[in-house]
Each structure stands twice: as structure tokens, then as C-alpha cells.
């Protein structure tokens, strides 16, 4: 079987088994079988971080540890049309000419193909190498959770290379920081009166995307869209929300958006005219870069639902309106690199208030504080209730690591092209390892993945066969000094 295959079939096995964030348990379980068939060792830690031990090839039994590194997690998006349901079923994977997508649903080759990857080293007896740690984390997609949690006990290794970057022939050597604020908004409820007419409005069909990677790429956020629409109708007609309700993780730009309102009987035309004038300003705006989008607004026969009031309807709109979404700014010292931003992610109305999840990125740890703190601000003028994450610092890059300067050389030698060499705006768990360990040399690579955390998410198939004929050389070359030598 060659190399491409080997990791396909491997990638296959992975994506049979539901893995979302906090759904770790039963892939974790997977591949402490799978290790202990190939003869490895492995321990998991309290966070349910995974390590595997890799017995070095004959001849490299005292090449220093190298740690392997990817996460177990995957974010679950899907099409409205699809009847997947993530907790039971496997990724539908579909062969399309060079590329692989999922049928309907996120693909999860963030970070499933990381994990095939390493599988295959693995089972690939061609493959010499050190002694290996494969390290396989928990919750990265929500908050870097097992990384931050992890126990550095696991690990003996000094040198780290993460398999979760996007772009095969990039070396990612930093990475923003981030984290989030929660926001609730109170709200009280009343029934619908009987001279009222219930609305559905809808916002689907949007590419939505990573909201690092993506977030500069002119990706219309559906929380934010919906918002507009909303605000443009109550500023003409008396409306009352019933439900509102957009995206489904917070690092995922949100491709669809509801909602439900009341609005007077005698309003009822002019609501429609009101939403038609505005929904073809909106098209013609986004013909370009949303090709896809489809905005509805219907009335639907309902009994009696409730609502919140008036006067809470216009502030739950004001302080959506007003939250900000998308770049902030971009970096002095790299012009073409997102510095700081921020993703309205998620957005629900529920029993005790209207929920807002507000992600934040920066590669400059104050800018990090000033947008979190700018967002909290717009919520306290509104009234809400407001609750941090933590806040993950942004991994600082090392141009004269070690590591980086050999894979280089050894991408040059094998691939006979020029690797670049960058920071992304993404999150990866690099530098908070490193933290947790004392201090790790480390980069990040891995094939092309395009449209990640999204149901167009694809794996372009050409770069695994670069990736593993830069991995497997680099793996064989002795650019660390061996344990003898201290």
C-alpha cells in the first residue's frame, strides 16, 4: 500500500468514530487498542490528554524523544439539509477527483488527518525514527483545554512538531492568542397578544468558515446579518422576538440564522415590504462573496407562543448591532497579517436571557485585552451579564529554533522548493505545551485543508504524499544531538 493510501485508510478509520469536543472518550479508547496492537505503550492524564509511546527504530535508540502532536476533537457543522447526527454517526467521506469532503458535514481532517498521519508512521516499518511520544490532546477546538490542562509528566521529549496546520509547505512557527466572552442578556416573557402575527425569519446558505483563518476573507457572519434585517424591521414596525438563534461554535464563523417575532396584525404587509426592500439591497451587496445566501421571511399559523417585550426585543437587537465582528486590525509589522479580531459565534434566546458568544484573537497580548474588554463594555451599556474564558497568550515565534532550521533545509532537500515560514491567526496548542513542559522547541505543519469548521471543509490529497516524504526523511536525519553526547 503506498503512503497516500495508507493514511487515507487510516484517516477512514478515524472519522468512523463521533470525536466532537468533549466526545473524546470513545476515539481515545480506539487508540489505546490500536497502540497496544503495534506494541506501543500509552497513558492518558486527567484532562483525557493521550500519549502514545513509540519504540525507536532499530539503530535510533539513542536519538533524543521527538513528540508528535495533534488534537482528538473535531467541530460538528452540517447542512440544514442533512439528517446526520454526530453522536452516533461516522463522517461520510466522498472522493472528489483530488479532493476529500464529507457528505453534508464538517470533514474533520482538522485534526483527523494529523492522527492518520502519525498512525501510518507508525504501522510503515520503511519509517526509521526516534523514540516517539504521540501526543493526542482533548477540547482544542473549544478553548485549547487539554493543552492547558495537560499533565507535562506524559511527556519526555524536547522537540515538538504539531501535525494541525492547514497549508502543506508552511511552517507555522506562532500563533495568535485568544479566548471568549460569554454574555446573557435578561429577558422576561409574554404571551402573544391576539391582534398578533408570528413571523419566521431566516438566514441561510452563507460559507461561514474558521473564524482565524477565515475571518479576513469577507465571510458574512449570519448572527450578524440577521441582526440587520431584524433591526431595519423594528425600526419601522412594533416587534416582539420569540426566537433567535445563530451558529453552533464559537471559533466557527456562523453560516445560518432564525428568528421568530410577533408583530401587530395591521403591520403585517408592511413588515413584508419593509424585509423585501432591504433583502435585495443585501443580495446585491453580497452577490459577490455570498453567492449562495438565501433570506426568507414567511408568516407562520402558530397558538399562542410567547415573547419577550418590545423594550427587550430593541435592546437585544441594539447590543448585537453594536457588538463588533471580523478584523479589527491588521498587523503593523506583517501589512498581509490579521492582528486582532473578534467572531460572534454563537447567539440563542432562551429561558433566562438571550446568549451571545463573542470569540476574540490576538497576536499581541494587550490588543487581546482591548478588544475583550471593548466587547464587555458594549454589553454592560446594554445591560448584560458578562463571563471570560481564560485568555490563552499568543505563542511567540523562535527564528533561530533548532527545529525550524532543519526542516527547512530537509523541505528544500526532499520537495526541491522554498518552504515558507509563518504565523497564522488561528489557535494552536504549541506554545501553551511548550509552557506546560518548560519550554519545548516546536513548530507547526501539515498537509492542505481548505474551509475548515465548516460543511466545505476538504482535504486536497496531492500534499499528503509531500507531507509524509518530508516527515519520513525528516525523521531519519540526525539533526539532534544523540542522548550520549548530553
Avoid at 337 to 351: P, R
Wanted: hydrophobic letters at 35%; a negative charge.
Amino acid at each position: 500500500m503506498n503512503p497516500t493510501e495508507l493514511i487515507l485508510k487510516n484517516f477512514e478509520k478515524v472519522s468512523s468514530i463521533p470525536r466532537g469536543t468533549k466526545y473524546e472518550a470513545g476515539i481515545r479508547n480506539w487508540l489505546i487498542s490500536w497502540a497496544a496492537e503495534h506494541n506501543c505503550t500509552s497513558k492518558a492524564d486527567a484532562a483525557g490528554n493521550l500519549a502514545i509511546y513509540v519504540p525507536a527504530s532499530a539503530g535510533y535508540e539513542d536519538r533524543p524523544t521527538l513528540i508528535l502532536q495533534g488534537h482528538m476533537d473535531m467541530v460538528w457543522q452540517k447542512t440544514n439539509e442533512t439528517t446526520h447526527d454526530f453522536e452516533r454517526d461516522p463522517i461520510q467521506l466522498i472522493r472528489d477527483g483530488d479532493w476529500i469532503r464529507a457528505n453534508g458535514t464538517t470533514l474533520g481532517a482538522d485534526n483527523g488527518i494529523g492522527i492518520a498521519l502519525m498512525m501510518s508512521i507508525v504501522e510503515d516499518e520503511s519509517v526509521k525514527h526516534p523514540p516517539l511520544e504521540l501526543l493526542l490532546t482533548v477540547e482544542e477546538e473549544q478553548g485549547l483545554g487539554g493543552a492547558d490542562n495537560l499533565d507535562p509528566s506524559l511527556l519526555s521529549g524536547k522537540t515538538l512538531i504539531n501535525i494541525d496546520s492547514e497549508t502543506e509547505g508552511v511552517f507555522t512557527v506562532g500563533c495568535a492568542g485568544g479566548g471568549s466572552v460569554n454574555i446573557t442578556l435578561p429577558v422576561t416573557w409574554e404571551m402573544q397578544k391576539h391582534d398578533e402575527v408570528v413571523f419566521e425569519l431566516k438566514v441561510s446558505g452563507l460559507q461561514g468558515g474558521h473564524s482565524g483563518e477565515d475571518i479576513n476573507k469577507f465571510r458574512t457572519n449570519a448572527n450578524k446579518l440577521i441582526t440587520r434585517l431584524l433591526d431595519e424591521i423594528q425600526r419601522n414596525i412594533p416587534i416582539r422576538i420569540s426566537t433567535l438563534k445563530g451558529g453552533t461554535a464559537r471559533n466557527a464563523i456562523p453560516r445560518d440564522a432564525e428568528a421568530v417575532f410577533v408583530c401587530p396584525n395591521d403591520k403585517a404587509e408592511f413588515c413584508k415590504e419593509v424585509f423585501s426592500a432591504l433583502q435585495a439591497t443585501v443580495q446585491s451587496e453580497l452577490a459577490k462573496t455570498e453567492a449562495g445566501l438565501v433570506l426568507s421571511l414567511n408568516a407562520i399559523n402558530s397558538k399562542s407562543i410567547r415573547a419577550i417585550s418590545q423594550a427587550e426585543t430593541q435592546a437585544a437587537i441594539h447590543l448585537l448591532t453594536a457588538l463588533p465582528h471580523g478584523v479589527s486590525s491588521m498587523s503593523a509589522d506583517m501589512p498581509t497579517f490579521v492582528e486582532t479580531s473578534n467572531n460572534i459565534g454563537v447567539m440563542e434566546l432562551k429561558e433566562d436571557g438571550l446568549s451571545i458568544v463573542s470569540n476574540h484573537r490576538s497576536s499581541v497580548f494587550s490588543r487581546l485585552e482591548e478588544i475583550t474588554r471593548r466587547v464587555e463594555t458594549v454589553a454592560w451599556l446594554a445591560g448584560a451579564k458578562t463571563e471570560r474564558t481564560k485568555m490563552f497568550p499568543p505563542w511567540q515565534p523562535n527564528m533561530k529554533s533548532p527545529l525550524l532550521k532543519q526542516c527547512v533545509e530537509t523541505y528544500r532537500s526532499v520537495i526541491e522548493e522554498e518552504p515558507k515560514v509563518e504565523l497564522t491567526h488561528g489557535g494552536l496548542e504549541c506554545g501553551i505545551i511548550s509552557d506546560r513542559c518548560g519550554g519545548l522547541d516546536t513548530i507547526s505543519m501539515g498537509p492542505t485543508i481548505r474551509d475548515l469548521h465548516s460543511p466545505d471543509e476538504r482535504l486536497y490529497v496531492p500534499s499528503l504524499a509531500k507531507t509524509w516524504n518530508f516527515l519520513k526523511t525528516l525523521l531519519a536525519v540526525n539533526f539532534l544531538s544523540p542522548k550520549s553526547s548530553g
